[in-house]
T-cell receptor, first 114, second 112 residues
Framework: ETGVTQTPRHLVMGMTNKKSLKCEQH?????MYWYKQSAKKPLELMFV???????ENNSVPSRFSPECPNSSHLFLHLHTLQPEDSALYLC?????????????FGSGTRLTVV | SQKIEQNSEALNIQEGKTATLTCNYT??????LQWYRQDPGRGPVFLLL?????KEKRKERLKVTFDTTLKQSLFHITASQPADSATYLC???????????FGKGTTLSVSS
């Protein structure tokens, strides 16, 4: 399998639930990202991992917790979310340093908080 | 404050015409500017990038210009087709390992 794979594609969760989003890249990239996309808003950067270290954290509420166990996998752990957290969550990867070809995105996880 | 604006939320054109999309930014000095295509329910797909020292870049029917004095990029699709209908996103790369910042996008509809 190639590219960036996100699971699940759709998730409905209650405000008291705990769930995790998973992202896997098969491109040999050394940086991975979480973005949130809400209707009528630009993509909002949430977290950046470069060489498995978190290098950017964009004032995201603590109910979102990222984890990057290795350069191919990225998780977003969710707990006690709010209805306004409902959105499309996108994972991306890129190569930092060397020849640069932009970001490769996954298809996203459509999250609904009820 | 830093802003990226894609001037039109929606653009409707006829098949065969050239679509021109605009991206303006303020208070950035991007190392690269990139354009992505996004279809409904899917993640963005990388199309083209242009460096700060380049004026123009082409790829098949796509052309991007970058004017760092005007702080503006234009994205052109020539001989447009209904299959080009999608949302197009402009993104700035500030360099030094920082992540991309995106505009809201312009939704292009090409009618036959």
């Amino acid at each position: 399998e190639t590219g960036v794979t996100q699971t699940p594609r759709h998730l409905v969760m209650g405000m008291t639930n705990k769930k995790s989003l998973k992202c896997e890249q098969h491109l040999g990239h050394n940086a991975m990202y979480w973005y949130k996309q809400s209707a009528k808003k630009p993509l909002e950067l949430m977290f950046v991992y470069s060489l498995e270290e978190r290098v950017e954290n964009n004032s995201v509420p603590s109910r979102f917790s990222p984890e990057c166990p290795n350069s191919s996998h990225l998780f977003l752990h969710l707990h006690t979310l709010q209805p306004e957290d409902s959105a499309l969550y996108l994972c991306a990867s890129s190569q930092v340093g060397g020849e640069y070809y932009g970001y490769t995105f996954g298809s996203g996880t459509r999250l609904t908080v009820v | 404050s830093q802003k990226i604006e894609q001037n039109s939320e929606a653009l409707n054109i006829q098949e065969g015409k050239t679509a021109t999309l605009t991206c303006n930014y303020t208070n950035y000095s991007p190392a690269y500017l990139q354009w992505y295509r996004q279809d409904p329910g899917r993640g963005p797909v990388f199309l083209l990038l242009i460096r700060e020292n380049e004026k123009e870049k082409r790829k098949e029917r796509l052309k991007v210009t970058f004017d760092t004095t005007l702080k503006q990029s234009l994205f052109h699709i020539t001989a447009s087709q209904p299959a080009d209908s999608a949302t197009y996103l402009c993104a700035l790369d500030r360099g030094a390992g920082t992540a991309l910042i995106f505009g809201k996008g312009t939704t292009l509809s090409v009618s036959s």
